[in-house]
Every structure is written in structure tokens, then in C-alpha cells.
């Protein structure tokens, strides 16, 4: 697989400051959210098997919350596929007449998609199968507080190599705290502070386990079915 650069990876990160606000699923999500407060996992990203993909590991997912029929629902963003989408488009116009409620009720919201490698799982194994997720390639869906300690990672001197190299890359610490009734992931959560390369186990598992992140997002459901919604 061709390797990125840094420079390359830095640059695709800080291309978001420039940026106007503006497949079919996959299950085996590892949940690090049900950790308990102070605990903390370890994961290493992994590479996309996309070798265009500009971020390198990480693809955004976008989707709209609807409420359909009585119900929420989470409806796919056309803009993930490069087409026009109706709801932003709904979402601008009340931002437009300066509805600033009904906008940000219909603008679309951000999760960023990776696959990672479990290094350390503090979740309680399965009661079938007496395994947890350690040493297993999992999906990973992260939010906007996790997301931005990598963007500002790249932006900083934090690194000095790509950190989902096999052999020059960091491992990434997941840490729960609370901040008031809420979980929180600000404190704690980090790239590994040195470089470690993979073990001969991890290096089988990861190779075995990647995909394309294309593969872990929702399918082009098209314009006429969002506006059916």
C-alpha cells in the first residue's frame, strides 16, 4: 500500500479551516463510549484500503434527523455523494430568513468513520464466548470532541510520522471523564506520546481486517427518496 506522507495528512486536516459550513453500513462498531468514567482503551488506527482518501484513515459521515411518520430517523446527507441535497438546502433557507432554531434542527450533522485495531479493551468480555475486542480490527464512529484532538494533532509538532504507520505509527488513547451529567473524552484523550510498530500478531490481524471506509458508510439513497422522508 503506498504510504502518505505527514505533510500530506497535515495538509488535508487544516484544508477544513478553508471549508464553508457546509456502501451500506457496518455493525461491528467497537463501543468504547460504555466504558466507565476513568477508564481509558487503546487503539491504533488503520489505514484506509481508499489509497485517494485525503485524510488517509478517517471518512465523514453525514446525515440529517428527520422526523418521519411520528419517528426519528437519520437520513443520509446527498452531500456525502457530491450531490445536491434538499435538507441542506431547507436548513439554508431558514438560516437565510433568520430562523436560527428550524436551521440547526435541519443542518446536517457530523461523524467521522476509522477502523481501528483494539490494543486495550476495559470492556467486560462476552459471556459466550469469554472474548472482548482486544487484538480484533473494529469500526470506530467518532464525534466532534474526538475528532478535533486529532485535527489539532496534525496541526501541531505532536507528531513525527504518520500515526497509522505499521511501524512507525502512535497508538490512541480513548479516556472517559464527565463534564457535569455528561461523558466526556477532552481530557486524556490522546495520541500515544512515542512510536511503536505493530507486532507480528497485530500486523496479521490489521492486514486481515481492513476495508475500504467507503464500505462503512450508508448507500446513495438518492434525491428522490430524501424528499419523500
Same mark, same amino acid.
Given at each position: 500500500?503506498?504510504?502518505?506522507?505527514?505533510?500530506?495528512?497535515?495538509?488535508?486536516?487544516?484544508?477544513?479551516?478553508?471549508?464553508?459550513?457546509?456502501?451500506?453500513?457496518?455493525?461491528? =462498531?467497537?463501543?468504547?463510549?460504555? &466504558?466507565?468514567?476513568?477508564?481509558?482503551?487503546?487503539?491504533?488506527?488503520?489505514? @484506509? +484500503?481508499?489509497? %485517494?482518501?485525503?485524510?488517509?484513515?478517517?471518512? $465523514?459521515?453525514? #446525515?440529517?434527523?428527520? #422526523? *418521519? %411518520?411520528?419517528?426519528?430517523?437519520?437520513?443520509?446527507?446527498?452531500?456525502?455523494? $457530491?450531490?445536491?441535497?434538499?435538507?441542506?438546502?431547507?436548513?439554508?433557507?431558514?438560516?437565510?430568513?433568520?430562523?436560527?432554531? %428550524?436551521?440547526?434542527?435541519?443542518?446536517?450533522?457530523?461523524?467521522?468513520?476509522?477502523?481501528?485495531? &483494539? *490494543?486495550?479493551?476495559?470492556?467486560?468480555? @462476552?459471556?459466550?464466548?469469554?472474548?472482548?475486542?482486544?487484538?480484533?480490527?473494529?469500526?470506530?464512529?467518532?464525534?466532534?470532541?474526538?475528532?478535533?484532538?486529532?485535527? $489539532?494533532?496534525? !496541526?501541531?509538532?505532536?507528531?513525527?510520522?504518520?500515526?497509522? @504507520?505499521?511501524?512507525? !505509527? =502512535?497508538?490512541?488513547? &480513548?479516556?472517559?471523564?464527565?463534564?457535569?451529567?455528561?461523558?466526556?473524552?477532552?481530557?486524556? #484523550?490522546?495520541?500515544?506520546?512515542?512510536?511503536?510498530?505493530? #507486532?507480528?500478531? $497485530?500486523?496479521?490481524?490489521?492486514?486481515?481486517?481492513?476495508? @475500504?471506509?467507503?464500505? +462503512?458508510?450508508?448507500?446513495?439513497?438518492?434525491?428522490?427518496?430524501?424528499?419523500?422522508r
Open positions: 500500500m503506498a504510504k502518505m506522507s505527514l505533510a500530506a495528512l497535515k495538509g488535508a486536516f487544516a484544508q477544513e479551516e478553508k471549508k464553508e459550513g457546509t456502501g451500506g453500513g457496518n455493525n461491528n =462498531y467497537y463501543p468504547f463510549w460504555n &466504558i466507565a468514567v476513568g477508564q481509558r482503551c487503546v487503539i491504533r488506527f488503520l489505514p @484506509d +484500503l481508499n489509497e %485517494n482518501n485525503p485524510r488517509g484513515f478517517l471518512v $465523514e459521515k453525514t #446525515t440529517h434527523n428527520l #422526523t *418521519v %411518520n411520528g419517528q426519528r430517523r437519520s437520513v443520509p446527507c446527498l452531500g456525502m455523494y $457530491e450531490e445536491d441535497c434538499p435538507v441542506c438546502k431547507v436548513s439554508q433557507d431558514y438560516y437565510k430568513a433568520k430562523d436560527e432554531v %428550524n436551521g440547526k434542527k435541519y443542518w446536517k450533522k457530523r461523524q467521522y468513520i476509522a477502523q481501528a485495531l &483494539i *490494543v486495550e479493551d476495559p470492556l467486560e468480555a @462476552d459471556k459466550e464466548t469469554g472474548e472482548n475486542h482486544e487484538g480484533k480490527v473494529r469500526a470506530i464512529s467518532l464525534g466532534f470532541q474526538i475528532y478535533n484532538i486529532i485535527k $489539532e494533532a496534525f !496541526g501541531s509538532d505532536e507528531l513525527e510520522g504518520v500515526p497509522y @504507520d505499521f511501524t512507525e !505509527g =502512535y497508538d490512541f488513547i &480513548i479516556k472517559k471523564t464527565e463534564q457535569g451529567q455528561y461523558a466526556s473524552y477532552a481530557v486524556g #484523550t490522546k495520541f500515544a506520546n512515542k512510536q511503536r510498530a505493530l #507486532t507480528d500478531a $497485530e500486523l496479521e490481524a490489521a492486514e486481515a481486517g481492513m476495508v @475500504d471506509l467507503a464500505t +462503512l458508510l450508508p448507500q446513495n439513497p438518492g434525491e428522490d427518496w430524501v424528499r419523500t
